[in-house]
C-alpha cells in the first residue's frame, strides 16, 4: 500500500474548529469570592460547621449525638494523657533504683494507658456515627437537588447560566460525601488543641502563642489555596458541564450508529481532548500562584517553630523548668502542634467544602424561589372549555415573541390540529394551554379560571403529553406506561394503553413481558425501536385519560400501519376530552374539528380540513408540497 501527500494545489484541509468560549454576563458571571477578604472568608468555618450539624441532626440526632460524645471523650482523655505523663516523669526521671522509679510512676502509667484505649475506643465510635450520617446526608442533599430541578418553573431552563449553576451546586452535593468527615475531624482536632493547649500553658505560657504563630501560616497558606482551587473550578464550570454532555452523546450506545457511519469519532475525541486542555490550561496556570504561597507558609512556618523548640531548650538549660517538666513540655508541644495541623488542614477543608456548600444552598434557594407558586384555586370538575385571550410569551433572552396575540377557544369533545412551519410557535403554544408556560400578556383559562391563580399540580393532574421529544426511562416496560400515574393493582389499564397504540405483539415477544427492562445498556435489558418508544409515550399519555391531551407529532417514527392506529384511537376517545394534534403530516388533520395554521408566533388561518385545502392560504400551499414527491 502507498500513501499519497496531499496535493499543494488543492490546499491543505484545515484543522478543526475547536470548542467555542463560554462566557457569560450579569450576576452569575462575577466569582463569588473574588471581592470577598481574608476575615470574612474564614468566618464561614463556623457557619458551615452549623450547617453541617444542621442537616446532621435532621438525619439522625442519636448518632450526632453519640459523635459528639466521642470528640468530648477524646479531649478529656488527651487531657487526662498529659496530665497522668506529667506525673509519671516525674519518679522517672527522679532519683533511685529503676525498679523504685517504675514502680512509683506505675499509677500513672495506667491511667495513661487507659485514656490511650478511651481515646481509641472514642475514635472507633465516632468512626461509627460518622458512617451513620454520612450516606444519609449524601442521599438527602442530592434528592433535595434533583427535586428542585424537576420543581422550578419551566421557563428557568431557558435562562443563561441555569445549567451551569446547577453544576455547580451538584458539585457540593459531591462534596458532601466527606464533609461530615472533614467536620468530625476539625472538631476533634480543636478539642485536642484546647486541652493540649491548656496543659501547656501550665507548664509555661510562653510556648502557647509561640505554637500558634508556627501554625498560623500553614492556616494561612491552606485557606488561600482552597481560595485558589474554587478560583479554577468557578472558571470551568461552563466547560466542564459541555463536556459533560458531549461526553454522554459520544459515548450513550443509542447515538452510537450515528458516530460510526457518519465518521465523526476523531472530531468528536479532538473536541473532548480540547475541552479538556483548556481546563488543565486553567489549573496549571494557577501552579504557580499555590507553590508561591506554600513555600512562603512552609518558610514563615518553620521559623516560627524553630523559635519555639528554642525556647523550650533555653527553658530547661537554664533551669527554669526540671526535666520532668521539659519532657511533659515536649509531649505537649508535639500533641498540640499535631492537633493544631489537623485544625489547619481539616479547617481548610471545611472551608473549601462550604465554597460548594454555598453554591448548592445558593441554587436550591433560587430554585425553590422559582417553584410555581400561582395561587390557592384549584381546578376540579370536567374541564369544559380551554380559552385564551390574546396570550403573547417571550422566551428569556430573547427579542421577538414566540407567540404573539394568539385568541382560541377550545371546548370537551373538540379536537384541534395546530401545523405550521418549525419554530412558528406550536410546541410553545401548548406550553401555555397546559400551564407549564404563563404567559407575559393575555390569560391561559381552564373553565373560566385564570391559571396564573391556579395550583399548578391540579392543572397537570388533567394533562396528557407527547412531546416532540420525548423520555425513554430505563425502567421496566409497566412503569413506563404508569409513570406518575398508578391506577390500580392490576395490569388491565396498563394493556388497555397497549392495546390501544397497537404494541401488545411485541410487548409479547419481550423476554419479560411488562417487567420488561428497557434500558439495554444494563444487564439484562431490552432495547425499542424508535417506533416502538413513540408508540410507549403515546399509551403513557393515554393512560392517563386526561381532560387535555396534547399529541406534538406523535407517529413521527411510526410505520402507515401504527400511525392509523393511534390516529383512529385518537378519534374514538376524543368525545370525552379536548384533543390537540401538533403535525406537518397535513393529512392527518381530517380528523381534526378545527385546524389552526401558525407562523411566526400567530394564527394566520384558521377552519376545517377542505375549506383550508381549497383557500389558497399557507395550508393549501403547505398541501400541495407535500403531495409533490
Known amino acids: 500500500m502507498t500513501s499519497t501527500a496531499p496535493d499543494p494545489a488543492q490546499g491543505a484541509t484545515p484543522p478543526p474548529p475547536p470548542p467555542a468560549e463560554i462566557t457569560y454576563t450579569g450576576q452569575y458571571s462575577v466569582n463569588p469570592l473574588a471581592e470577598v ?28 449525638q453519640l459523635l459528639l ?80 430541578v424537576c420543581r422550578v418553573e419551566a421557563v428557568a431552563y431557558a435562562e443563561d447560566g441555569f445549567s451551569d449553576r446547577r453544576e455547580a451546586a451538584e458539585m457540593g452535593v459531591m462534596r458532601t460525601h466527606v464533609m461530615v468527615t472533614d467536620a468530625q475531624r476539625l472538631v476533634s482536632a480543636v478539642i485536642r488543641m484546647v486541652t493540649a493547649g491548656g496543659v501547656l500553658s501550665v507548664l509555661n505560657p510562653l510556648m502557647l502563642p509561640l505554637l500558634l504563630l508556627a501554625v498560623l501560616p500553614a492556616g494561612v497558606g491552606a485557606v ?20 459533560g454532555m458531549m461526553r454522554w452523546w459520544a459515548t450513550e450506545s443509542k447515538y ?5 457511519a457518519n465518521s465523526m469519532t476523531g472530531y468528536l475525541v479532538f473536541w473532548y481532548r480540547a475541552l479538556s486542555d483548556r481546563c488543565d490550561r486553567r489549573t496549571l496556570a494557577a501552579a504557580p500562584r499555590t507553590l508561591r504561597i506554600a513555600l512562603l507558609s512552609a518558610l514563615a512556618g518553620g521559623l516560627f517553630l524553630m523559635a519555639t523548640w528554642g525556647v523550650l531548650a533555653w527553658l530547661a538549660v537554664s533551669g527554669r523548668v526540671d526535666l520532668a517538666l521539659a519532657a511533659t513540655a515536649v509531649i505537649a508541644v508535639q500533641t498540640l502542634l499535631a492537633a493544631l495541623s489537623q485544625v489547619v488542614v481539616n479547617g481548610a477543608a471545611v472551608f473549601h467544602t462550604s465554597l460548594y456548600l454555598g453554591d448548592m444552598q445558593t441554587f436550591l434557594d433560587d430554585a425553590a424561589a422559582r417553584a410555581p407558586r400561582r395561587g390557592p384555586r384549584r381546578l376540579s370538575g370536567p374541564v369544559e372549555e380551554i380559552r385564551l385571550e390574546e396570550v403573547v410569551y417571550r422566551y428569556p433572552g430573547k427579542d421577538k415573541p414566540a407567540v404573539e396575540g394568539v385568541s382560541l377557544t377550545l371546548r370537551r369533545g373538540q379536537v384541534l390540529a395546530i401545523v405550521g412551519a418549525n419554530g412558528s410557535g406550536k410546541s410553545t403554544l401548548t406550553r401555555l394551554l397546559t400551564g407549564i408556560y404563563l404567559p407575559d400578556k393575555g390569560t391561559v383559562a381552564w373553565n373560566g379560571t385564570d391559571l396564573a391563580g391556579v395550583e399548578p399540580a ?3 393532574a388533567n394533562t396528557g403529553l407527547v412531546p416532540q421529544i420525548f423520555a425513554q426511562w430505563p425502567l421496566r416496560l409497566r412503569e413506563n406506561v404508569t409513570l406518575g400515574q398508578p391506577r390500580t393493582v392490576d395490569d388491565a389499564p396498563v394493556w388497555e394503553a397497549i392495546d390501544a397504540v397497537g404494541l401488545r405483539g411485541a410487548v409479547d415477544e419481550l423476554p419479560s413481558g411488562l417487567d420488561t427492562l428497557l434500558a439495554r445498556d444494563v444487564f439484562g435489558g ?45 378519534k374514538a376517545i376524543a368525545a370525552d376530552r379536548i ?19 401558525m407562523e411566526e408566533g400567530r ?3 384558521q377552519g376545517r380540513y377542505d375549506d383550508l385545502a381549497h383557500g389558497g392560504g399557507t395550508f393549501a400551499e403547505l398541501l400541495e408540497l407535500s403531495q409533490d414527491r
Open 224 to 243: 488561600l489555596s482552597a481560595r485558589v482551587d474554587y478560583e479554577i473550578h468557578y472558571g470551568n464550570i461552563a466547560d466542564r458541564n459541555v463536556r
Open 603 to 605: 394564527i394566520t388561518e
Open 256 to 260: 452510537s450508529d450515528e458516530v460510526r
Open 69 to 148: 460524645g466521642c470528640q468530648l471523650l477524646t479531649g478529656v482523655s488527651a487531657a487526662v494523657l498529659l496530665t497522668a505523663t506529667a506525673r509519671a516523669m516525674e519518679p522517672v526521671l527522679g532519683a533511685g533504683s529503676a525498679g523504685d522509679r517504675l514502680r512509683g510512676a506505675l499509677p500513672a502509667l495506667l491511667v495513661v494507658a487507659v485514656a490511650s484505649g478511651v481515646a481509641r475506643t472514642a475514635g472507633a465510635v465516632a468512626s461509627y456515627a460518622e458512617r451513620r450520617i454520612t450516606p444519609r446526608l449524601t442521599t438527602e442533599t442530592d434528592s433535595a437537588l434533583v427535586e428542585a
Open 37 to 64: 477578604s481574608f476575615r470574612r472568608v474564614c468566618a464561614r468555618i463556623p457557619a458551615v460547621l452549623g450547617r453541617i450539624g444542621r442537616l446532621s441532626w435532621r438525619i439522625d440526632r442519636r448518632a450526632v
Open 526 to 570: 431490552t432495547e425499542l425501536s424508535g417506533g416502538q418508544w413513540q408508540r410507549i409515550a403515546c399509551s403513557r399519555a393515554l393512560y392517563r385519560r386526561p381532560a387535555l391531551l396534547i399529541l406534538d407529532e406523535p407517529t413521527s417514527q411510526m410505520d402507515p400501519r401504527g400511525e392509523h392506529q393511534i390516529f383512529e384511537r385518537i
Open 579 to 597: 384533543t390537540i394534534v401538533v403535525t406537518h403530516q397535513l393529512e392527518n388533520t381530517r380528523i381534526a374539528d378545527h385546524i389552526i395554521v
Open 458 to 460: 391540579t392543572v397537570w
